[in-house]
């Protein structure tokens, strides 16, 4: 099994940055993949990144169109943890945000980590 504890979220302006961190219970080189997945109220949850994490897989990235040129998604096999820089946050970001991992044939999540951006 695989916990996932997110952290970083909260409450920024418009054009704001913030950080989201996801760190996994266990050497996220074991892992498959890693990604982060927002849902907004009334909406279905969405992918937001995803990132290999895999040891004998480069760190390949793949992003939403929505969120391309102002997201990174980063790993620090270190720290067996994956974050999400978010710059130019827009209103239209605010969602809950949650960290999953795809490991042997599983997928795990976080609790979810809030982010609201007002206007």
């Known amino acids: 099994q695989v916990q996932l504890v997110e952290s970083g979220g909260g409450l920024v302006q418009a054009g704001g940055s913030l950080t989201l961190s996801c760190v996994a219970s266990?050497?996220?080189?074991?892992?498959?993949?890693m990604g982060w997945y927002r849902q907004a109220p009334g909406k279905q949850r969405e992918l937001v990144a995803t990132i290999t994490t895999a040891i004998t897989i480069s760190g390949r990235t793949d992003y939403a169109d929505s969120v391309k040129g102002r997201f990174t998604i980063s790993r620090d096999s270190a720290k067996d943890t994956v974050y999400l820089r978010m710059n130019s946050l827009q209103p239209e970001d605010t969602a809950v945000y949650y960290c999953?991992?795809?490991?042997?044939?599983?997928?795990?999540w976080g609790q979810g980590t809030h982010v609201t951006v007002s206007s």
């Open positions: 266990i050497n996220i080189f074991a892992i498959n993949s």
């Open positions: 999953n991992a795809n490991y042997r044939a599983r997928s795990y």
